[in-house]
T-cell receptor, first 112, second 117 residues
Framework: QKEVEQDPGPLSVPEGAIVSLNCTYS??????FMWYRQYSRKGPELLMY????GNKEDGRFTAQVDKSSKYISLFIRDSQPSDSATYLC????????????FGKGTTLSVSS | GAVVSQHPSRVICKSGTSVKIECRSL??????MFWYRQFPKKSLMLMAT?????????EQGVEKDKFLINHASLTLSTLTVTSAHPEDSSFYIC?????????????FGNGTRLTVT
């Protein structure tokens, strides 16, 4: 079993839809959880990061962490065509800035 | 926010030559930088951890003599792909965090697409 599992998609939704992206992981020692957005031929851009379990909201984005289930989610409300990208979950054992373990990424396409 | 600059963004080289990629933290100091490699439709794979003033730490399976890393200052790390071969063609991305901020997350450069012909 891989450390971090993420459905690669692709996921296609119409503009305005609510998008749910998920990752599962196997190692309960992970403490920091992040979501990155990556446009084609660009480096990943940090969207959200959370420590341990709980929710965090930033504008149209909400990140959820359920450590008991080893499951993290990213919700995008009122999705826009500009949200079309690959979304990568990532996690680490200690500080948020140490080497991260990434999921494969989910490719999202939002049509207008 | 924190900015990581990576240069060049794209490079094409001939087999057997060496290529240097630079990674700079523009508005913060980074004692540690990380180098990742990404194949098409694949996740980012950590290659090595670059430590300012000391030797880099390489992940299992990464040849340290082929991928030379130098972290000469708190704002600059370089990755040199020596004697490049076509199988080294990939997307290389560096990342860094602000050491002066507790729990600062990693910020990434825009990557370097290397093509070896």
């Amino acid at each position: 079993q891989k450390e971090v599992e993420q459905d690669p998609g692709p996921l296609s939704v119409p503009e305005g839809a609510i998008v749910s992206l998920n990752c599962t992981y196997s190692n309960s020692a992970f403490q920091y959880f992040m979501w990155y957005r990556q446009y084609s031929r660009k480096g990943p851009e940090l969207l959200m990061y959370t420590y341990s379990s709980g929710n965090k909201e930033d504008g149209r984005f909400t990140a959820q962490v359920d450590k008991s289930s080893k499951y993290i989610s990213l919700f995008i409300r009122d999705s826009q065509p500009s949200d079309s990208a690959t979304y990568l979950c990532a996690m680490s054992f200690n500080q948020a800035g140490t080497a991260l373990i990434f999921g494969k990424g989910t490719t999202l396409s939002v049509s207008s | 926010g924190a900015v990581v600059s990576q240069h060049p963004s794209r490079v094409i080289c001939k087999s057997g030559t060496s290529v240097k990629i630079e990674c700079r933290s523009l508005d913060f100091q980074a004692t540690t930088m990380f180098w990742y490699r990404q194949f098409p439709k694949k996740s980012l794979m950590l290659m090595a951890t670059s430590n300012e003033g000391s030797k880099a730490t390489y992940e299992q399976g990464v040849e340290k003599d082929k991928f030379l890393i130098n972290h000469a200052s708190l704002t600059l790390s370089t990755l040199t792909v020596t004697s490049a071969h076509p199988e080294d063609s990939s997307f290389y991305i560096c990342s860094a965090r602000d050491v002066q901020r507790v729990d600062s997350p990693l910020h990434f450069g825009n990557g370097t697409r290397l093509t070896v012909t």
